[in-house]
């Protein structure tokens, strides 16, 4: 399986990735760079489908990835049941433009 390393080591990269994840779950939008939106995505996708489905193993398995037990609540209590009817396909990508300071390719990140 080939995923994007992020130029970070491999601890870095999972808490880098919890951290958005957790940031996009609470928020429902953040603004990063198209490399880590691609990461996060994929990541927030799998989390989700497995809160539309509510039961204690899910959970616990969800609950691996998100430190925080507020956001986990709001997952399967809001996030998953309001995707239930989706096969897929639960965030989107929308393009910004450059950052200023080294023209890294900014996107947001959001819910639909």
Request: net charge positive; charged share 30%; glycine share 6%.
């Amino acid at each position: 399986m080939r995923y994007n390393k992020l130029s970070r080591h491999q601890d870095h990269r999972r808490s880098l990735l919890r951290n958005q994840v957790v940031a996009l779950l609470s928020k429902e939008r953040i603004v990063t760079t198209e490399a880590r939106a691609k990461s996060v995505a994929s990541m927030t996708e799998k989390l989700i489908t497995l809160a539309k489905e509510p039961s204690l193993h899910h959970r616990r398995l969800c609950r691996q990835v998100i430190n925080d037990e507020d956001v986990v609540k709001k997952l399967f209590d809001t996030v998953g049941p309001r995707f239930q009817s989706r096969g897929g396909g639960y965030t989107r990508i929308a393009k910004l433009g450059p950052r200023q300071g080294d023209a890294a390719p900014m996107v947001v990140l959001e819910l639909l």
